[in-house]
C-alpha cells in the first residue's frame, strides 16, 4: 500500500493529530525526513487491517516498535507471523528495510462495543522545549471515533476490532502529537496490556512517567478502563537557525561580490539560505530557488531587501518558466545545494530507486541547469557542495556516497571542459542543517564560519582553484 497526502489527512481527521510534522509538508521540509511522516498509528492500524481478522476481538496485548519513518508516498508492505502462544508479529516494510516491528494478541469478545462519535478535534499544537515544563504534563483526553471515517480506512478493523481499543489507539496518538511532547514529537516504541479494569473505560488518562533528558525521551503512562499503556517518545530540536544577515554583515567584507549574480539553488534554507545571506552581504545581486518552501525563501528575500529575488525549482521537474527567469537574470555564479532527503538504507541490499532520487539532483539536474546558464554566456564560477561524508563509508549510504561522486566528476569534467570558469568543488565537513540536526543538535552559529572562505574563493583570481 501507499499512504498519500490524501490518505493522510483523513487518518489525521479521524485521530486529531495534526502534527505538522505528519500534515504540513512546509513544516515537515525542515525535519531530518524532508518530507511528511506517516503516523505511527497510522501503521499499526494498517498492519492489523493487514491480518484480515475475524471479529469481533479486543487487543490483549501489543508492542509496536518504530525503528525509522515512514514517508508519505513510500510503498509499504506487511509480513506477518504467528508465535506459538498465538502472537501476530507483523514487519512493516519499505523497500525490504524494516520500518517497524508491530507484535499483537488479540482475544475473541462476544460483540463489538461502541464510543461515541467524534467532535471536530482541536487543531492548535503544543510546543515545549523545556523539559521541566514537560516532565509535570498530566490530563485525559475522551475516548470517541468517526465510526464512518474509520470503515472507509480499515474496513476489516471497523467489523472486526473493538471501538474503545481503536479509539484508545488513537488518542494515543492525539495526546503524543498534539499534546505531549507535542509538535516536536517523535514516537519510538507503545506497548500494552489488559489490566483491571477502573471505573472510567472511555477516558485516556495520562501522565509524563519518566524522562531522559541526556537522549531527549519521554515516556508516558496512559491507561484507559483496563487497557494500560506505555509510550516512548523522542522530543526532537526545533529546525536550527542560520546566521541572521546583520550576523553574517559583521563577517563579510561589504563589497566582497559586488557585480557578482549568484544564482542559490536550494536557497530557502540551510547551507543554501546562509550562502544567499553571505553573497548578499557582500554586495552580490541574489536569486534564490526553492522547491516547496515558499514562505521560508520569501521571508529570506525580505530580510535582504532589493538585492533578492525568489523563483520556485523543483530540480526533477523543471518549470520553463522558471528556467528563463533564470536565464533572465545572467548569472555570474551558480551554487548548486539541492538534495533530497538522505535516510540510511539497507546496507545488505543496493537500493536502485534511492539512488537513481539521488542521481537525478546531484548529476542529472545539474548538469541540464548548467547547460542552460553556460548558455547565457555569463556563467563564471560553479560550486557543487559535497562532503566528507563521502569518505567515512558508513554503512547504510552507499547510495548517497555514489551519486555524489558522479557529481563530483560531473564538476571535474566540467571544469576541463570549460578551463575559463572557476569550479569549486567542496567536501564540507558536517555542518547543522535540517537534515543533520538529529545528530549534531541545533546550533548553527559555526557554519559561516566554513561557509564564507569557500565562497570567497569564487572571486579568487586563480581560475584553476578547487576545492
Partial sequence: ????????????????????????????????????????????????????????????????????????????????????????????????????????????????????????????????????????????????????????????????????????????????????????????????????????????????????????????????????????????????????????????????????????IGGSRGLGELASKVFAAGSAEVLLTYRTGAQDAAAIAEQIGSQASIVQLDTNDQDPASIDRIRQFAPTHLSYFATPPIAKQSPKAWNHQAFERFIGVYVTALSGLLSMVDSCGSLDSLLFPSSTFIDDKTAGFAEYVAAKLAGERLCETWQDLRPHQRVIVERFPPLVTDQTAALLGSDAADNLATLIPVLQRVRATDATLRG
Fill in 1 to 264: 500500500m501507499r499512504i498519500d497526502h490524501g490518505r493522510q489527512a483523513s487518518f489525521a481527521e479521524l485521530s486529531g493529530d495534526y502534527n505538522p510534522l505528519h500534515v504540513d509538508a512546509d513544516a515537515a521540509r525542515r525535519s531530518q525526513f524532508g518530507r511528511c511522516v506517516v503516523h505511527g498509528i497510522h501503521l499499526v492500524l494498517a498492519a492489523l487491517e493487514s491480518l484480515n481478522l475475524e471479529g469481533p476481538n479486543c487487543l490483549v496485548s501489543l508492542d509496536a516498535q518504530f525503528r525509522s519513518a515512514v514517508l508519505i508516498g513510500e510503498a509499504i508492505s506487511f509480513d506477518a507471523a504467528t508465535t506459538p502462544d498465538g502472537t501476530q508479529q507483523i514487519s512493516v516494510l519499505v523497500d525490504r528495510q524494516v520500518r517497524a516491528v508491530i507484535s499483537a494478541h488479540t482475544s475473541s469478545i462476544a460483540t463489538l462495543d461502541r464510543v461515541k462519535a467524534a467532535p471536530a478535534w482541536q487543531t492548535e499544537v503544543a510546543e515545549f522545549t523545556d523539559f521541566d515544563e514537560l516532565a509535570t504534563i498530566a490530563g485525559r483526553e475522551d475516548l470517541a471515533l468517526d465510526a464512518a471515517l474509520f470503515g472507509r480506512l480499515f474496513p476489516s478493523l471497523a467489523k472486526s476490532l473493538s471501538a474503545t481499543d481503536a479509539a484508545t489507539l488513537l488518542a494515543t496518538t492525539r495526546v503524543i502529537g498534539m499534546q505531549c511532547p507535542g509538535r516536536h514529537a517523535l514516537f519510538r516504541r507503545l506497548t500494552w496490556q489488559q489490566a483491571e479494569a477502573h471505573d472510567e473505560p472511555q477516558v485516556l488518562d495520562y501522565h509524563v512517567a519518566s524522562e531522559r533528558r541526556r537522549f531527549s525521551m519521554l515516556t508516558l503512562a496512559l491507561s484507559a478502563g483496563n487497557r494500560q499503556l506505555e509510550a516512548e517518545t523522542i522530543v526532537r530540536d526545533a529546525p536550527p537557525q542560520q546566521a541572521s544577515l546583520d550576523h553574517v554583515r559583521r563577517h563579510i567584507d561589504a563589497s566582497a561580490f559586488l557585480g557578482t549574480r549568484a544564482v542559490i
